[in-house]
């Protein structure tokens, strides 16, 4: 990278901290006043800083502007399936990605089972949302008000004897899951199906997406699924990194 376009682009994180004049940008950047005037007029011209009247710069609204349009286009899906593929490849059970819209939660992507006893789903379905481990999820990510909301305004069907019963037990395991990162569902929609499912954040932290694997008792019990759930949160945290595009992991 030119010397020039990295001064250029070490001004952004100063000014994210807030405003600051030009002999505080001349100061972080080491140059000379008017070479980080000539930088800043620059980045004035396409919207990416502006000076106010005290005449000290903050980031422009364009800057804003793009970052919003950036996120919008960003497909999970894409980004994902690559990495569903391999997590397939891996454990052999099936694979799923999954989005809160609209009030549901919807399956967006799918890698079958290699086993001949599959899970019955399909892309663009709604899922379970009082027992899906990626309902659980997605749901949990919001905030107490929001989860307790939904949470009263939905039915609980007992789909088998382990579904979630009352609006109260739903909450409580949406703050486990909060809590803990990951999210189960052991025969709570079928009673031969167990699930273990963790999240995918965005550069925010937010949670945009779900993932999950799925696998009938009779290929594997549920301790034995139970055992995959590092592989899968590996996963997941490396779809997250490439969806908010930090290139290195968390430090523990």
């Given at each position: 990278?030119?010397?020039?376009?990295?001064?250029?682009?070490?001004?952004?994180?100063?000014?994210?901290?807030?405003?600051?004049?030009?002999?505080?940008?001349?100061?972080?950047?080491?140059?000379?006043?008017?070479?980080?005037?000539?930088?800043?007029?620059?980045?004035?011209?396409?919207?990416?800083?502006?000076?106010?009247?005290?005449?000290?710069?903050?980031l422009g609204a364009r800057l804003f502007a793009l970052a919003q349009e950036a996120v919008e286009n960003l497909d999970v899906r894409e980004i994902a399936h690559s990495?569903?593929?391999?997590?397939?490849?891996?454990?052999?059970?099936?694979?799923?990605?999954?989005?809160?819209e609209e009030q549901e939660v919807l399956y967006i992507d799918k890698v079958e089972s290699r086993y001949p006893v599959r899970m019955y789903s399909r892309i663009g379905?709604?899922?379970?949302?009082?027992?899906?481990?990626?309902?659980?999820?997605?749901?949990?990510?919001?905030?107490?008000?929001?989860?307790?909301?939904?949470?009263?305004?939905?039915?609980?069907?007992?789909?088998?004897?382990?579904?979630?019963?009352?609006?109260?037990?739903?909450?409580?395991?949406?703050?486990?899951?909060?809590?803990?990162?990951?999210?189960?569902?052991?025969?709570?929609?079928?009673?031969?199906?167990?699930?273990?499912?963790?999240?995918?954040?965005?550069?925010?932290?937010?949670?945009?997406?779900?993932?999950?694997?799925?696998?009938?008792?009779?290929?594997?019990?549920?301790?034995?699924?139970?055992?995959?759930?590092?592989?899968?949160?590996?996963?997941?945290?490396?779809?997250?990194?490439?969806?908010?595009?930090?290139?290195?992991?968390?430090?523990?």
């Open positions: 990278m030119s010397q020039t376009v990295d001064r250029a682009l070490s001004i952004l994180p100063l000014l994210a901290q807030g405003p600051a004049d030009l002999g505080q940008v001349a100061e972080r950047l080491g140059v000379h006043k008017s070479t980080a005037l000539r930088l800043l007029r620059t980045l004035h011209e396409h919207g990416l800083v502006y000076r106010q009247e005290d005449q000290r710069y903050r990495h569903l593929v391999a997590l397939n490849d891996r454990c052999g059970h099936t694979v799923h990605l999954a989005v809160y379905k709604p899922v379970a949302i009082t027992v899906a481990a990626v309902a659980k999820l997605l749901l949990a990510d919001l905030t107490e008000p929001e989860r307790r909301v939904i949470a009263e305004k939905l039915d609980y069907p007992m789909y088998t004897s382990r579904s979630t019963p009352n609006a109260a037990a739903f909450l409580k395991e949406l703050a486990v899951v909060r809590e803990q990162g990951w999210a189960t569902d052991l025969g709570g929609h079928e009673e031969s199906i167990n699930c273990i499912g963790a999240p995918i954040r965005g550069a925010d932290g937010r949670v945009v997406a779900a993932m999950s694997v799925s696998a009938p008792n009779v290929v594997v019990t549920a301790e034995e699924l139970l055992t995959l759930l590092p592989l899968v949160r590996r996963t997941a945290e490396t779809i997250s990194r490439e969806y908010s595009g930090t290139t290195q992991p968390k430090k523990a």
